[in-house]
């Protein structure tokens, strides 16, 4: 109970047409959540990488914040023709897109949050993902950078009235990636270019550094590449994705999956024990592990070391998703997508399966900080049906369920994972809450409800039966009617009947014999 007491408590934001809400997460008093703020009209709300701040774009381009310690809006923004908006890691900061009225006007605006002031001023003609935001920020905000044309160029994130401070000169330069935790490497792709085979590159984001990038690799076919860094900045991820697959194995091209390190000892392809596209990878909160879903289905899922030594084997199915608990001790495995939505979810640390559930139609998925609940959300635009919120337990078993006509948004509060206990006080915390609320009920001991809310939670499943034609269903009533057998199925009432008549003939001969005698 302690270990409660002293962290903090879990918030989902949940928007819909009607605008926003925050809700307590769990675990909830009387099965329901309660509500921390009423629906708020907006177009769009996220909150800052750590937590602190809360943006939400309302009607005429209004855009609001809101400290999360209190929700009290701390400061608003107007912003005619607003497009995009985002906050840095700490909320420090505000960057806003515009849309261009005029040729050159400058339209990226980099807003001070406690003076609200704009420190920075560029123009940029469009975006996308690749390109915004803007100005990238490291989780600490000690590194800001921007991807400009052949070159990425730095700020003093501390007084963006400097300028660019330094660069570094990448030709044909695509996509960056900025290292978060801590901001110290900077990775670039540049793509195929003229008979050059794509490439990967990591440089140091310290001046004097960026001349020479600290590891590099290339790519002869390669359309598109997704960047992981792990948690300290020691390794990056590179799903190469190719349009076409020149064995001609998937219609969807083919990937490869790639790992760089900063110190130079790996870059290199991972062995992966199956054929077919990676479908999802994620580093552990660590940084010391990563898991990948690959193959053609039914996909097979594998946990690395940071050497790319397979360390866990966690089966094969209908899986592309994996996500892994910010404690590191749990994994979810799921199908989405066009996929039937099969979760399975592992204890990491001792290698065992904890159960097995379905969540049909999710399009966002993702663990709560504490590492304890599994949240997946089906929501549209992506689906215009069946719009709702489940919450699982770490084991898989269902804990909450809502369903909405129309749901666009719900995730969770973002909070560091340190400040959480440990994983296994908080699962025995929340196992004596259960016990607690369940004693005044009066349903017998403590395993005797625990078995119950297993069984009703997750019904055994049972294999359907064989199929036998209709004119075969009675055979065996009327086989041992005619035997004088006992019927397996229960009797009809004709064949009861029949019995009967048979056995007070038996008996009535029975008594003419023993008269006779």
């Known amino acids: 109970m302690a270990a409660i007491d002293r962290s903090p408590s879990l918030d989902i934001l949940v928007r819909g047409p009607e605008g926003f809400s925050l809700w307590n997460g769990p675990p909830f008093s009387n099965g329901q ?13 996220n909150f800052s990488e750590d937590g602190s701040r809360l943006m939400a774009t309302k009607p005429d381009s209004v855009i609001s914040i809101y400290d999360c310690s209190s929700y009290k809006e701390i400061r ?18 505000l960057q806003t897109f515009q849309r261009s009225t005029t040729p050159q006007e400058k339209n990226v605006i980099l807003w001070n949050m406690e003076t609200g002031d704009p420190v920075y001023l560029q123009f940029q003609k469009s975006i996308t993902k690749t390109t915004w935001p803007s100005i990238r920020f490291s989780s600490d905000e000690a590194i ?23 660069r570094i000169r990448v030709p044909g330069l695509a996509a960056i990636e900025l290292s978060k935790t801590p901001g110290s490497h900077v990775a670039a792709f540049v793509p195929v270019s003229k008979g050059v085979p794509a490439s990967i590159q990591i440089f140091g984001c310290e001046k004097g550094s960026e001349s020479q990038p600290v590891a590099r690799r290339s790519f002869f076919r390669c359309s598109t590449v997704q960047l992981s860094w792990n948690r300290g900045s020691t390794g990056l991820l590179t799903v190469v994705q190719s349009d076409v697959d020149k064995t001609n194995q998937s219609y969807y091209g083919e990937s490869k999956l790639n790992y760089l390190t900063t110190d130079g000892t790996f870059e290199g392809v991972v062995s992966l024990r199956k054929d077919g596209p990676v479908h999802d990878v994620q580093w552990s909160y660590s940084g010391s592990e990563f898991a990948v879903v690959y193959g053609f289905m039914p996909a097979k899922a594998t946990v690395f070391d940071k050497k790319c030594n397979p360390l866990l084997e966690l089966g094969t199915g209908p899986y592309n998703t994996i996500r892994w608990n910010p404690k590191g001790k749990f994994l979810c495995l799921a199908g989405f997508g066009n996929l039937p939505g099969d979760m399975a979810f592992w204890d990491y640390v001792d290698k065992k399966q904890l159960g097995t ?16 609940y599994f949240m997946t959300a089906t929501t549209a635009p992506r689906l215009q049906v069946d719009n709702g919120i489940k919450i699982f337990h770490y084991n898989g078993s269902l804990y909450f369920k809502k369903m909405f006509d129309k749901l666009f948004q719900v995730d969770w509060k973002p909070e560091s994972p340190e400040r959480f206990a440990e994983i296994v006080e908080l699962i025995k915390s929340i196992d004596s809450l259960k016990v607690e609320e369940a004693k005044p009920q009066g349903q017998g001991s403590k395993s005797s409800q625990a078995s119950k809310k297993i069984t009703s939670t997750n019904p055994p499943t049972q294999k359907p039966a064989a199929y036998r034609p209709p004119h075969a269903k009675n055979s065996a ?8 057998e006992a019927p397996n199925d229960a009797m009809s009432k004709n064949a009861l009947r029949n019995k009967k008549k048979r056995e007070k003939q038996k008996e009535k001969k029975a008594a003419e014999a023993a008269g006779g005698s």
Do not use: M, Y
């Open 33 to 45: 959540p309660g509500v921390k703020i009423e629906k708020v009209a907006c177009s769009n709300v």
């Open 76 to 93: 608003s923004f107007q912003v005619p023709n607003l497009a995009a908006a985002t906050l840095s890691p700490r909320g420090t900061f």
């Open 144 to 166: 800001a950078c921007r991807f400009a044309t052949n070159e990425i160029q730095f700020f003093d994130a501390r007084d963006f009235s400097k300028g660019v401070v330094h």
């Open 357 to 372: 559930t379905k969540a049909e139609w999710s399009v966002t998925s993702e663990w709560s900080p504490d590492g304890r």
């Open 477 to 484: 009533a009327i086989q041992a009617e005619l035997f004088g």
